[in-house]
Every structure is written in C-alpha cells, then in structure tokens.
C-alpha cells in the first residue's frame, strides 16, 4: 500500500510540474506581449523604480514565477486526492488561479508608470488584459492542459 501511494505522489507531481511549467509559459509569453510589444517595454524600455535596468525577455519570465509557486502546490494536492473523473476540471482550475496569480505579478511590476493609484485587481483588468490575446492564450492554456496531461491523468488510478 505504502509503494501504492508513493507511486500515486510521484505521478501527481510530475503531473503538478507539467501544468505549472505551461502555465508559467503562457503566462510570461503573455507578458512579453502585452507589456514587452505593445507598451513597448522592450524597445528600450526600462523597470519600473529602477531605471538604470532595461527590461529584457528575461524579465517577464522571472515575474511570472510566481504562477509555478501557486500551481504546483494546487494541481499536487487536487492530483493527489481528488477522484480521477474529477482530475481534468481540478487541473483546470489550478490552472487557470496560477495563470492570473502570474498576470497579478508581471502587471503589478509595471503599473507605478501608469500611477499610484491602483485598486485591486485593476492593474490586471487594465495592463495584462486584452479582450482578443488574453482569452485565445487561456484557451490555448485549457487546452494543453487537457492534451498534455491525458497519459499522466491515466497514470494516477
């Protein structure tokens, strides 16, 4: 039973990895367009409180980080516990709470060049989303995870 359960951890993490990495994907290649191509911060632009520092490619995805440390533990624990006909929509929305913890992070960098004055959440609503990219790249996002993880997801009765 002990070797059982192991083998049940070990598949939920590896499972937990591949959808915290894809979305820490999408979401920085998401900011890479919304801040790095059309605010222009790539072309010379510079951060936020430290302008001696051009932003880079590199930059969006350090931010985007923090989508990795919210999935992870999330898709570990529903991958470990939920029942397998519950495993697809637990991972969706890990998933999808990684990928706006990781918009939270890269719009909160950037929105002091816009003002002081920003409420919760309206630095994402503002900055991040746009109503065309944002909605193809959370659905490319569900649907990579529902293709990316199927062996996986069979791995774990």
Not at 41 to 53: A, E, F, K, M
Not at 134 to 139: C, D, E, Q
């Amino acid at each position: 039973m002990a070797n059982t359960l192991f083998r049940r951890a070990l598949w939920a993490a590896l499972l937990a990895f591949v959808v915290s990495i894809w979305c820490w994907v999408l979401v920085s290649l998401h900011g890479v367009w919304s801040f790095g191509m059309v605010e222009g911060y790539l072309d010379g632009g510079r951060l936020p409180l430290t302008p001696s520092v051009n932003v880079t490619y590199g930059d969006f995805f350090l931010l985007g980080l923090t989508s990795i440390v919210v999935t992870f533990p999330l898709a570990f624990f529903w991958s470990s516990f939920a029942p397998q006909r519950f495993n697809i929509p637990g991972l969706l929305v890990c998933w999808l709470i990684g990928f706006w913890t990781g918009a939270e992070s890269i719009a909160f960098a950037f929105q002091i060049d816009y003002g002081a004055t920003w409420g919760p959440f309206e630095a994402f609503l503002e900055l991040f989303f746009h109503p065309v990219v944002t909605p193809f790249a959370i659905a490319i996002g569900l649907f990579g995870i529902d293709t990316i993880t199927g062996a996986l997801r069979r791995k774990l009765v």
